[in-house]
């Protein structure tokens, strides 16, 4: 079994060789929903999970990365096997560029070495869109607006994507690897079908390698525990590190930090209602001379009854 899940890691590992640029976006709560970057992690409370998350990236800074995704999740069983299901949908807005995810997520999960691993498979669509009608050229006898590099217009497109992530818990600790678009390569760029000139215009997808880890820690006080945890994103060219800590009260307040290292300290605030409402908040405070980013998550957590039920039941009567 060890051997296999060697074999496994190799193989994502070996899926996000040949990368050429960091296409994904980053959250500062990562640890509250992971199955926006790991399709083994759907699923992996037997309840039924929806998650909102929305950030601000640099508010002062126009045009700056704005983001919103949806992950709902759930278990799901088949005869004697529990498995999950997820969906995402993920909207982001970089200066000119839309990136638009419509994926769902499936997860296989096995009772192994005193732990659950769960094997996620993801796949779906993926939509770029650039709105050439809003570039800038300034007026004057060095500039012109009738470059033929310049396409006009709203110009986008499509192409299937594919993710893959491992996920394995263990009483207090967990552990994830994710490799997201798997298949790489360009999206061609057009106004229309047929339109042979704006094919020219492409834009780089490249794989992401995602490493995370975890783990709970109970303290003296009963009702305190301090979970942290790093989350490594990289695409073999360019490394981002988060390393987290949350302090957790009665498993309904928390409050914590995020570092960045040579970005970002991010603080995180939050707290859980009784009939399942989580709220959570971070801000990002930046090293460099600019504004900080805003972050919002929202979550929804209802109890799914995934035990087999034997619904034959005999009169006392015949006792």
Not at 90 to 95: A, P, T, V, W
Not at 180 to 189: A, E, K, M, N, P
Request: contains cysteine; aromatic residues 10%; charged residues 20%.
């Amino acid at each position: 079994m060890k051997r296999k899940l060697l074999i496994l890691l190799l193989t994502v590992l070996g899926c996000c060789l040949g990368s050429r640029a960091q296409f994904d976006g980053q959250w500062t709560q990562y640890m509250l929903n992971p199955g926006l970057y790991n399709a083994g992690a759907v699923g992996l409370n037997s309840d039924l999970n929806v998650h909102l998350t929305f950030r601000e990236q640099w508010t002062d800074v126009k045009n700056a990365p704005s983001t919103f995704g949806l992950h709902v999740g759930s278990p799901l069983r088949i005869g004697n096997q529990v498995s999950g299901i997820g969906l995402i949908m993920l909207n982001e807005n970089i200066g000119l560029f839309r990136t638009q995810w419509l994926q769902l997520q499936y997860a296989y999960k096995k009772k192994i070495l005193g732990g659950e691993l769960s094997l996620g498979l993801q796949g779906g669509l993926l939509q770029e869109n650039f709105d050439a009608s809003r570039i800038y050229i300034p007026s004057s006898d060095y500039h012109t607006s009738a470059d033929a590099s310049i396409p006009s217009g709203t110009i986008d497109g499509m192409i299937p994507d594919f993710s893959l992530g491992a996920w394995f818990t263990r009483s207090q600790w967990y552990a994830g690897l994710s490799c997201s678009h798997l298949l790489g390569g360009d999206i061609s760029l057009k106004q229309k079908e047929g339109d042979a000139e704006s094919e020219k215009t492409r834009f780089n997808v490249s794989r992401t390698l995602y490493l995370t880890g975890g783990y709970n820690i109970r303290l003296r006080n009963p009702l305190l525990s301090l979970q942290p945890s790093l989350l490594v994103m990289s695409d073999l060219v360019a490394v981002q590190t988060d390393l987290s800590a949350v302090l957790r009260y009665a498993d309904k307040y928390w409050g914590g930090l995020d570092y960045r290292p040579g970005s970002t300290l991010g603080i995180l605030i939050g707290t859980t209602f009784d009939f399942g409402l989580s709220v959570g908040y971070s801000y990002d405070i930046t090293m460099v001379p600019t504004s900080g980013s805003h972050e919002v998550f929202i979550g929804y957590r209802k109890k799914i009854d995934t035990s087999r039920i034997n619904k034959k039941q005999k009169s006392i009567r015949i006792l």
